[in-house]
């Protein structure tokens, strides 16, 4: 009877084990899931200003000091802006035409109510002639990256001396 018992009990634990590991496969796979599935492209919210519309004025930013301005609408509580503001930083030092202004919703609660932002991290990209060229919400860097390609192609098509460093 004892030895029943314990081969009852070897696998039940073997059982466990196999158990265990898939269920850590599977957590693996959530993760590589998301990262697949995750948005291509910034996407439209249904906020923000409308686009070739005049952006309002924003305390502090020249629209005309560069061609482009990239308004990067953030919270203290977004842990995706967190995470994308050094990046968001980095990318801006490798572009020449983009001036780069992160407004934070603790200081620019304003600016928040006049672009109709209600989400963040929220891009919105202002030419020279302080018209919206471009906005969404961007969760990654390669959204951002996908924005800042579209509004440089389109918006440089006569100028070709812009490019990236």
């Known amino acids: 009877m004892t030895g029943l018992w314990m081969v009852s009990y070897l696998l039940l634990w073997l059982t466990v084990l196999l158990l265990g590991f898939a269920v ?5 796979q959530i993760g590589v899931l998301h990262t697949r599935i995750a948005p291509m492209g910034i ?3 249904g ?3 409308e686009l070739d519309s005049p952006a309002p004025a924003v305390e502090s930013v020249d629209y005309t000091a560069s061609p482009f301005t ?3 609408f953030t919270s203290p509580t977004c842990e995706i802006c967190a995470k994308l503001a050094p990046a968001l930083e980095r990318l801006s030092r490798s572009y020449d035409e983009i001036e780069l202004r992160i407004l934070d919703h603790r ?5 928040f109510s006049d672009f109709r932002v209600r989400s963040t991290p929220y891009l919105i990209a202002v030419d020279a002639d302080g018209l919206v060229r471009s906005r969404g919400v961007a969760n990654t860097l390669d959204q951002v990256e996908e ?3 579209e509004i440089l192609v389109d918006g440089t098509a006569d100028a070709p001396e812009l490019a990236r460093r």
């Open 70 to 72: 990239l308004l990067a």
């Open 47 to 49: 906020e923000g200003p």
């Open 24 to 28: 850590v496969a599977l957590l693996r």
């Open 107 to 111: 200081t620019e609660a304003r600016s």
């Open 43 to 45: 996407h439209f919210a």
């Open 147 to 149: 924005m800042l390609a």
